[in-house]
């Protein structure tokens, strides 16, 4: 039987709308018109506010809603030393034409250690505040390779590409084994790469960078694998697939058939939570590949766009999916958050709140109240 306690029969990502006055505040604190700590004070309380909201709804896993991050990698990996921002990638949508975005492109520009906790005082505080799971995301490894490739990869920190991915893999164990002497016990890992290498058009820009699109899932879950594998059997690891998730846009399509395989048999997480709000997605055929004791959260509801999808029609694309992965191995959350980076998703809180409480009705009326 899967393990389902977590993930929960209805999860989220993790990301939330940020509210007005705390992107004011953010704002004030870029102008240097209040201090580190005046920020942390107002973000300590609108988390306190939307942990209550998320309990409200009958979430049982919590999270802060990145409330303390701009982006839901960049904060975070920026901590390693010897990673640096710089540049974007192309993307398969117009979200360069519409937003004037496309996905940041991170550089080894020497030497990844972990030299300090990045997220050990952020989950603290969150613990304090929740009377369910607290849920901790934290940006995929691979975030760090994909982007870039070799080219991105300074050559003289790394003339060899298995110690980068060994000194990768080390820096995130400490992470992790910090989050979980600190009492974490549920971990999401937030992965735009793997989603992209579905897309036929990022499969040929990671050929350009060098990279074999065809090889990199293998060496992706060898990665994200040595970082896990010896964690203790109390903690749940979930990992997302994005396609991208900015101001309601998308970078990439393609159904997951060309990773599947690998995806759902050699990567050794408890968990998978998988868009599949629309088409871009494709159908859910390559969930025949998942084995018995994992779970596959689907992504069913949409954080893109304010309407508000009806149970029925839910119920009935989890039925679609059973035809391909036994209903006790299923779970049902939006596909994506609704704020991956601080300017949020083009939908409202009330819109936010109503999709969440969707999610956990639709799931009491498929498998019950667990």
């Not at 802060?64 to 991050?69: A, K, M, S, V, Y």
């Not at 990279?211 to 896990?228: C, K, R, T």
């Not at 998978?272 to 689907?298: C, N």
Request: charged share 25%; proline share 5%; net charge negative.
């Amino acid at each position: 039987m899967s393990k389902i306690n977590p993930p929960f029969r209805a999860d989220h990502v993790g990301s939330l709308l940020r509210p007005k006055a705390l992107l004011k505040a953010r704002q004030r604190y870029q102008n240097k018109e209040i201090s580190r700590q005046k920020l942390r004070e107002v973000e300590d309380l609108h988390i306190g506010k939307v942990i209550k909201k998320q309990e409200a709804v009958g979430l049982q896993s919590v999270t802060d809603g990145e409330f303390r991050r701009a982006y839901f990698h960049l904060d975070f990996l920026e901590q390693l030393d010897g990673v640096t921002v710089r540049g974007s990638i192309a993307a398969s949508s117009d979200a360069q034409a519409t937003v004037g975005f496309t996905p940041p492109k991170l550089s080894v520009t020497g030497k990844l250690r972990h030299v300090r906790t990045i997220q050990v005082d952020d989950f603290n505080y969150l613990d304090s505040q929740v009377a369910q799971t607290p849920k901790v995301s934290i940006p995929s490894p691979t975030m760090v390779h994909f982007r870039g490739g070799r080219k991105a990869i300074d050559i003289e920190a790394y003339p060899d590409m298995d110690k980068f991915f060994k000194d990768l893999a080390q820096c995130y164990r400490d992470e992790i084994d910090a989050l979980y002497q600190a009492g974490c016990r549920y971990i999401q890992m937030d992965d735009t790469n793997l989603a992209y290498l579905c897309d036929p058009k990022m499969r040929a820009g990671a050929l350009e960078r060098g990279d074999d699109p065809s090889e990199l899932p293998h060496a992706y879950a060898a990665l994200i694998n040595s970082v896990i594998d010896d964690r203790p059997k109390d903690l749940t690891v979930g990992i997302h697939l994005c396609r991208g998730n900015f101001r309601s846009t998308w970078f990439a399509e393609g159904g997951y058939e060309p990773i599947a395989e690998v995806l759902f048999n050699e990567l050794n997480v408890d968990a998978y939570f998988l868009e599949y709000d629309d088409e871009r997605s494709g159908d859910f055929a390559p969930l025949r590949f998942v084995p018995d004791d994992k779970t596959v959260v689907l992504g069913l509801v949409t954080s893109k766009l304010p309407d508000l999808e009806s149970s029925r029609d839910l119920i009935q694309r989890i039925k679609e999916a059973a035809q391909y992965l036994p209903l006790e191995n299923m779970c049902l959350s939006p596909q994506c958050g609704f704020s991956s980076t601080l300017h949020g998703n083009e939908i409202s809180e009330n819109d936010q709140w109503s999709k969440l409480e969707l999610v956990v009705n639709t799931a009491r009326e498929v498998w019950g109240d667990t």
